[in-house]
């Protein structure tokens, strides 16, 4: 039995691709270990979506061949967005891999390990089409409570900044009854919530149904037995139904929080990036979500120093941050990526503007969530449990309904109830506030 160690790098919906691939190598003839130099095999799945991730993967690659040339590896397989991106010339730049899988190749992971075929194809890229459904094995590697739920793949918008359309292709969704059928396989492992992902959640179903369904997906996951948080990420702005906006309102399951992505607010910016809407269309959209949701979380992500962005465009970004008061926000520096519309545009924005720009913004947001945190303290609130806290053994780390589990912050508890166990939801008063994260107690006298 081959021993195999597998890397996963990038954005939740990579880590799922990594979790099927750890599902079908569990059945055989493999075995997974955690550690690198124990292993017989290497898979390291990349990212590829910006300059940084790509550098990443490059050094993952090159760390883990460093153990198939002490001898202790005797393969090294490399998958995912950065072998999508730069295909068959990666064999010339990584002599150390033996196999690269593209995207939408990852499903022959175990076929492309037991070949003993000297002949055999080295890389393996297409056009991705391959989406796995409910029968595909998968081992859940976030915790054993939460977990993601990919819904579609792909997206069919043409952003100017973004290479993800030729990494993952046109907008393929799986249909409700294999996601229904894959939550309650989450649920009977122990699974409380589900985070659904995708590359543009709005639009799921388009493609198979002739209109999105996120609604009715929604409705039929929350009959799922044992799942009790449903959270949506990276919802495309345009085009948001009034049927999903009444169903996250009116299903206690889907929690009130909607990770929506706008990337900017300045006309001439939405108009460069190809966006297709305007900084007073994403306040009418904005308006008719809080309308619909007056609780609603509203999480988002700003590209700052794309090319042409002028101090002006910047102080509109700026103004449309403080006057929203987003629940959370994610800030980005624009990178030059080659094979999209945007580096070749003029005016390319200096690094160190870049970078200062960031920092502006993300302090702006620090100071919003800050105060808003700060509205909490004395409050008594549900928090799901993720279980003893990096921070301390003494502490328990947790979640609100408005905090998703990686990029949002979280609830240090500083009581631990008695058999209080990770995927618990239970009441916590929040005692103290900074800018992300919240401390809070539980009353142990009902224990």
């Known amino acids: ?89 990666l064999e010339g730049e990584l002599p150390e891999v033996d196999h690269f899988l593209g995207t939408g190749e990852y499903h022959r992971i175990s076929d492309v390990l037991k070949s003993r075929d000297a002949m055999a194809p080295k890389s393996f890229v297409d ?93 039929a996951l929350a009959k799922v037995e044992g799942i009790e948080w449903i959270r949506i990420h990276y919802a495309y702005p345009i085009g948001l139904p009034d049927d999903l906006l009444k169903t996250i309102a009116e299903e206690p399951k889907v929690l009130p929080y909607l990770d929506m992505p706008l990337q900017h607010a300045s006309g001439p910016m939405l108009k460069a990036m190809k966006r297709g809407v305007t900084r007073a269309g994403q306040e009418r959209i904005l308006t008719r979500v809080r309308e619909a949701i007056p609780d609603i979380a509203i999480r988002t992500t700003f590209i700052v120093g794309f090319p042409g962005e002028t101090e002006d465009d910047f102080a509109v970004l700026e103004d449309f941050v403080r006057e929203q008061k987003f629940s959370r926000v994610g ?58 806290s990096g921070e301390s053994d003494l502490l328990l780390s947790g979640r609100l309904m408005t905090q998703a589990p990686e990029v949002d912050g979280q609830v240090f508890v500083t009581s631990i109830p008695p058999g209080a166990k990770a995927g618990d939801v239970l009441p916590c008063r929040i005692v103290q506030a900074a800018d992300h994260d919240l401390v809070g107690e539980m009353d142990l006298s009902e224990y």
């Open 1 to 89: 039995m081959q021993r195999v160690h597998l890397v996963s790098l990038g954005c939740p919906k990579n880590r799922v691709d990594s979790e099927v691939m750890v599902g079908k190598l569990q059945e055989g003839p493999f075995e997974l270990v955690d550690e690198p130099e124990l292993a017989d095999v290497i898979v390291v799945n990349t990212c590829s979506f910006i300059q940084p991730a790509t550098e990443e993967s490059i050094e993952t690659v090159l760390e883990m061949a460093r153990f198939k040339e002490e001898g202790s590896c005797s393969k090294l397989v490399v998958t995912g967005c950065m072998v999508q991106r730069f295909g068959k010339s």
């Open 127 to 219: 056009v991705p089409m391959y989406i796995h459904d409910e029968m595909a094995p998968r081992v859940n590697s976030w915790a054993g409570h939460s977990a993601y739920l990919k819904i579609s793949e792909g997206c069919n918008h043409r952003c100017t900044f973004c290479i993800i359309p030729q990494l993952r292709g046109k907008l393929r969704s799986r249909t409700i009854e294999s996601l229904v059928v894959e939550a309650a396989k989450l649920s009977a492992g122990g699974v409380r919530e589900l985070n659904l992902v995708s590359q543009d959640s709005t639009a799921y179903g388009r493609d198979i149904y002739g209109k999105p369904k996120l609604a009715e997906l929604l409705r």
């Open 331 to 388: 800030v980005f520096t624009y990178f030059q990526e080659d094979g999209t519309p945007a580096a070749e545009l003029p005016d390319q924005v200096p690094e160190e503007i870049r970078e200062l720009r960031q920092a502006r913004l993300m302090q702006v947001q620090a100071e919003i969530s800050r105060a808003a945190n700060e509205e909490l303290v004395g409050q008594t609130v549900q928090v799901m449990l993720d279980g003893v």
